[in-house]
């Protein structure tokens, strides 16, 4: 895996949802900050083995 893209959307029961484009990773928070934060561990989370 060389790239990840992911789609960040406002939604009602969260302020933004993002989820990797063509992977099953998904996150979501309140705020930009914290939804780039989620985003950023769940990308690293995809690169540990295990």
């Known amino acids: ?7 960040v959307e ?3 029961e969260a ?4 989820r990797a484009v063509g992977e099953s ?3 979501k928070a309140d705020t930009l900050d914290e939804v780039r ?3 950023l561990d769940a990308f690293h989370r ?5």
Do not use: E, H
């Not at 895996?1 to 789609?7: G, H, P, S, V």
């Not at 302020?15 to 993002?18: E, P």
């Not at 995809?46 to 295990?50: I, K």
């Open 10 to 12: 406002g939604a009602p």
């Open 15 to 18: 302020s933004y949802i993002a």
């Open 1 to 7: 895996m060389n790239k990840l893209i992911f789609l």
């Open 37 to 39: 934060t989620n985003v």
């Open 25 to 27: 990773i998904f996150t």
């Open 46 to 50: 995809c690169l540990s083995p295990g």
